[in-house]
């Protein structure tokens, strides 16, 4: 992010006349003017505001705060009532799911219609750029389908994936990333973040407050349409947080997840492997490592020994690994990490940071291990990676080691939590080990 101001807003405000029937806009206007039969209704009164270039601006507040007026008005669907604003560079928006594309044509149709619409040279789109865009969007056989066929998330798939390979300079976002899955999100912020990087701009409007938190660089907070605070996000989110207080209830998220690793299962133990291998959660599509040592299968139990993807808060999931090594490995390490929905690293640790020792592993020799984990993360989704390795002395980090094989993307994980039955355990962003000192 740089200093130069690329959107810029003074005293923005825009009005609409209210009528209780149509038959008194009528009246009103075949008077010319000698008869009022509307109400004004401010929608946004004198906002102003500055964003940098590569800069993320949050926009939060509750429904009918002025939020979407706003995002309308900077992409000139609306048209002020007051004040002014200046724009540099393109400006892409993504507000309502669908708007733009043609329902008869097919997803690679619109994205040729709507790069021309925008005005790009008729040879912008070339094979290179839409074969990343159908890539991103990763909705298989349906790009060469009639978009009318898409539900709402491949819309937004399209859309998001289409502009974000237009190169914006401006990219305008109304809560259309919580549409899709958990994939598709951590994707987005991911891209999202590698474009600030290259000095893209952000304005983004979400009730997500912890995607608001951790994409934003700066927030303003909206009520009944005006600005009544514009600094830090956790300052934003605080007032904005206490302000609704009384009419939500939620959890904070905790980072502090209790690991304990199980027996070592021995490897003439037939039952316990066949069991991993046949219900294993690694699809080996997001993979990589330096091999010597590979995850084979992987398996997620409850208490109970159901295979699951779905945990109560605080409550135990096990997690299985059939590992093969490819040669001697003297000091196997083995670790599990988890993502929130922003692509954020939430947890994380491995057996050297347990300060467990595993077994060494002769080349072509497999073995079964399991680590448990109490789940005290914020109810909500999440993706896992599993991953092996083994220790790098020529790394600093004395946590760190070489990794073997990697798998990412593992989920999504549903932590569950029943808030009208349950007192919230903890409150915050760490679920940290507290005493009462007498």
Request: hydrophobic letters at 40%; charged letters at 20%; one cysteine or more.
């Amino acid at each position: 992010m740089n200093d130069e101001i690329v959107v810029k807003v003074q005293g923005l405000g825009k009005k609409f006349k209210l009528y209780n029937s149509p038959q008194d806009r009528l009246r009103e206007w075949l008077s010319f003017g000698g008869v009022v039969k509307h109400s004004d209704f401010w929608a946004i009164k004198d906002i102003s505001l500055e964003v940098k270039r590569g800069e993320c601006l949050g926009i939060i507040g509750e429904n009918g705060a002025g939020k979407s007026t706003l995002l309308k008005i900077l992409t000139g669907a609306l048209w002020p009532t007051t004040g002014s604003m200046k724009m540099k560079g393109r400006v892409l928006s993504l507000l309502e799911l669908g708007t733009g594309f043609n329902v008869e044509l097919t997803g690679k149709q619109n994205v040729f219609n709507s790069a021309s619409l925008l005005g790009f040279p008729e040879d912008y789109i070339n094979a290179e750029r839409m074969s990343l865009i159908e890539e991103f969007a990763d909705i298989g056989e349906f790009f060469d389908r009639p978009v009318r066929t898409y539900s709402s998330g491949m819309h937004v798939r399209l859309a998001f994936s289409m502009f974000m390979f237009m190169e914006p300079e401006i990219f305008i976002i109304d809560e259309a990333l919580s549409v899709g899955d958990i994939f598709f999100s951590q994707k987005c912020f991911t891209r999202i973040r590698e474009q600030m990087d290259n000095g893209v701009t952000f304005i983004f409007v979400s009730h997500d407050l912890n995607a608001v938190q951790n994409l934003s660089s700066r927030v303003i907070l909206l009520n009944n349409g005006e600005c009544i605070f514009q600094g830090k996000p956790e300052q934003a989110i605080e007032r904005y947080s206490t302000k609704s207080s009384s009419n939500t209830s939620s959890a904070s998220s905790a980072t502090r997840l209790e690991t304990e690793p199980t027996s070592v299962i021995k490897n003439d133990d037939q039952i316990a492997r066949v069991a991993i291998e046949s219900n294993s959660v690694l699809d080996g599509k997001h993979r990589h490592g330096h091999g010597g040592m590979e995850i084979v299968a992987a398996r997620i139990v409850d208490s109970s020994n159901s295979d699951t993807l779905a945990v109560p808060l605080m409550e135990d999931l096990y997690f299985y690994f059939l590992i093969k090594a490819k040669k001697e490995i003297q000091n196997p390490l083995l670790g599990i990490s988890f993502f929130d929905r922003m692509n954020n690293l939430v947890f994380g640790k491995n057996t050297l940071q347990l300060g467990i020792s595993l077994p060494k592993l002769e080349a072509g020799e497999e073995i079964v291990h399991g680590i448990k984990v109490k789940m005290s993360l914020q109810p909500g989704q999440y993706t896992a990676s599993f991953h092996c390795g083994e220790p790098d002395s020529s790394n600093i980090n004395p946590n760190a080691g070489k990794v073997c094989d990697w798998h990412d993307s593992i989920g999504p994980i549903n932590v569950t939590f029943d808030y009208s039955a349950n007192r919230v355990p903890f409150n915050g962003i760490a679920d940290l080990s507290m005493t009462i000192i007498e």
